[in-house]
């Protein structure tokens, strides 16, 4: 079980004004909540950084479904990494595009070429990582 402790930080008073008001507007409760969830997201950066790290990730994917073959190496690539793909979710937003959202799991270093590999698709328009960690990993 790990303890609580108070520390004091210095810093230009307008930074700080500059993260309280953005604080508030995410609508956090307190300073110390924000500077905790920072704190985190760093730390699973740096685990993100390194290759054998186990990791977890979303991919997000916008695509417009007509692009020639494009549905296709998608499902193809995802097939080919079962180890990896945990759950795929698929929403049409409008007659042409498509969202799809890929949720991986595994080594850092293969997570992250896959992902790289779904992004780099001829016709996506937009893609997105974004890396977390399992929570048994976490301090
Ligand atoms: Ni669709």
Wanted: hydrophobic share 40%; with cysteine.
């Amino acid at each position: 079980m790990s303890s609580i402790v108070r520390y004091t930080v210095s810093m230009d008073q307008r930074l700080l004004e500059k993260f309280d008001s953005q604080i508030e507007r995410k609508g956090y409760a307190n300073r110390s909540e924000a500077i905790r969830d920072l704190i985190r997201d760093s730390l699973v950066g740096e685990k993100w950084a390194k290759a054998t790290e186990k990791v977890v990730a979303t991919v997000t994917l916008v695509y417009n479904h007509h692009t020639a073959d494009l549905r296709d190496r998608l499902a193809d690539i995802q097939h080919h990494h079962t180890d990896i793909v945990l759950s795929t979710t698929h929403i049409h937003l409008d007659n042409d595009n498509c969202l799809e959202v890929v949720i991986l799991r595994g080594k850092c270093k293969v997570v992250r070429s896959l992902a790289e590999k779904l992004i780099a698709l001829k016709g996506i328009k937009h893609g997105k990582i974004v890396s977390t960690t399992e929570a048994t990993q976490l301090w």
